[in-house]
């Protein structure tokens, strides 16, 4: 298994990092995009240097396949959550794991720290949304509303809105303040396997088990329109700073490249 990166501006291949033994299920940038941290089905975590291409660090301590991982918004801690029920924190300067949060039922899908750092969500297999305290580790709430494995999730820019993503083919929404469910998105004829808000809040865009990427405008809860093109299951979708591109890749070996105003595609990697 390899990880390519790529100069979105250009399409150009920019190398890649050394190869993998197992599958790699996970990749995350720090804010400023000098480090990237990778989960793996051989149970680590790994933090390498962008710019050299080099490992700097390797993070052990998972029984299972690590399935997501992320950085708090400073980029200091490491959260990883994997087959083995379990989320850790990391010291991402030093290696050393801070906590282990445990109360999921299945597998860690996904996770998304608040703004502040202050707080982490996760979902899961076990058809939840949890809410812990990154300081103590405490589960402060369990959202439960989906009725199959939740595998997506995502945090609008301003921390107070949650999106979660199911098999059961339904995006629910829920206000991060309260707890509160705000309802849901329906449209993917397949599972949801990933989501994430634009830079402004205003939409959110999803990729699912049908193949499609749907681009939903939250204020009225209508989806503005489905983006075709991928041959077989979206697994992930990603937006650039400036809101002007959507990135698309999917189980066909494909990134796609688009322009989120007008869904027309600029290119294929």
Same mark, same amino acid.
């Given at each position: 298994?390899?990880?390519?990166?790529?100069?979105?501006?250009?399409?150009?291949?920019?190398?890649?990092?050394?190869?993998?033994?197992?599958?790699?299920?996970?990749?995350?940038?720090?804010?400023?995009?000098?480090?990237?941290?990778?989960?793996?089905?051989?149970?680590?975590?790994?933090?390498?240097?962008?710019?050299?291409?080099?490992?700097?660090?390797?993070?052990? +301590? %998972?029984?299972? =396949?690590? $399935?997501? #991982?992320? *950085?708090? /918004?400073?980029?200091?801690?490491?959260? &990883? !959550? @994997?087959?083995?029920?379990?989320?850790?924190?990391?010291?991402?300067?030093?290696?050393?794991?801070?906590?282990?949060?445990?109360?999921?039922?299945?597998?860690?899908?996904?996770?998304?720290?608040?703004?502040?750092?202050?707080?982490?969500?996760?979902?899961?297999?076990?058809?939840?949304?949890?809410?812990?305290?990154?300081?103590?580790?405490?589960?402060?709430?369990?959202?439960?509303?989906?009725?199959?494995?939740?595998?997506?999730?995502?945090?609008?820019?301003?921390?107070?809105?949650?999106?979660?993503?199911?098999?059961?083919?339904?995006?629910?929404?829920?206000?991060?303040?309260?707890?509160?469910?705000?309802?849901?998105?329906? +449209? %993917?004829?397949? =599972?949801? $396997?990933? #989501?994430? *808000?634009? /830079?402004?809040?205003?939409?959110?865009? &999803? !990729? @699912?088990?049908?193949?499609?990427?749907?681009?939903?405008?939250?204020?009225?809860?209508?989806?503005?329109?489905?983006?075709?093109?991928?041959?077989?299951?979206?697994?992930?979708?990603?937006?650039?700073?400036?809101?002007?591109?959507?990135?698309?890749?999917?189980?066909?070996?494909?990134?796609?490249?688009?322009?989120?105003?007008?869904?027309?595609?600029?290119?294929?990697?």
């Amino acid at each position: 298994m390899t990880i390519r990166l790529w100069d979105l501006t250009t399409g150009q291949d920019e190398g890649e990092i050394p190869r993998y033994t197992s599958g790699v299920t996970s990749l995350a940038f720090t804010a400023n995009g000098l480090s990237l941290a990778t989960a793996s089905e051989d149970a680590t975590i790994r933090l390498w240097g962008v710019s050299s291409r080099t490992a700097l660090r390797r993070f052990e +301590g %998972h029984a299972g =396949g690590v $399935k997501c #991982v992320t *950085f708090s /918004p400073d980029g200091y801690i490491i959260a &990883s !959550g @994997g087959h083995d029920r379990t989320i850790r924190l990391w010291d991402a300067g030093t290696g050393d794991e801070l906590l282990r949060l445990v109360g999921h039922q299945g597998w860690v899908s996904s996770l998304a720290f608040s703004p502040d750092g202050e707080i982490l969500y996760s979902c899961s297999e076990d058809k939840t949304v949890r809410i812990w305290e990154t300081v103590s580790g405490l589960q402060l709430s369990r959202l439960v509303r989906h009725r199959n494995w939740v595998e997506a999730m995502a945090l609008s820019p301003d921390g107070r809105l949650l999106a979660s993503g199911s098999w059961d083919r339904t995006i629910r929404l829920w206000d991060t303040e309260t707890g509160e469910y705000l309802g849901k998105l329906i +449209g %993917h004829s397949g =599972g949801v $396997k990933a #989501v994430v *808000f634009t /830079p402004d809040g205003g939409s959110l865009v &999803s !990729g @699912g088990g049908d193949g499609t990427v749907i681009i939903w405008d939250l204020s009225t809860g209508r989806d503005l329109r489905p983006l075709r093109g991928h041959r077989g299951v979206v697994f992930t979708v990603a937006i650039t700073g400036d809101g002007k591109t959507l990135a698309s890749g999917g189980d066909d070996g494909v990134v796609r490249l688009w322009e989120l105003a007008s869904g027309r595609t600029i290119q294929t990697l």
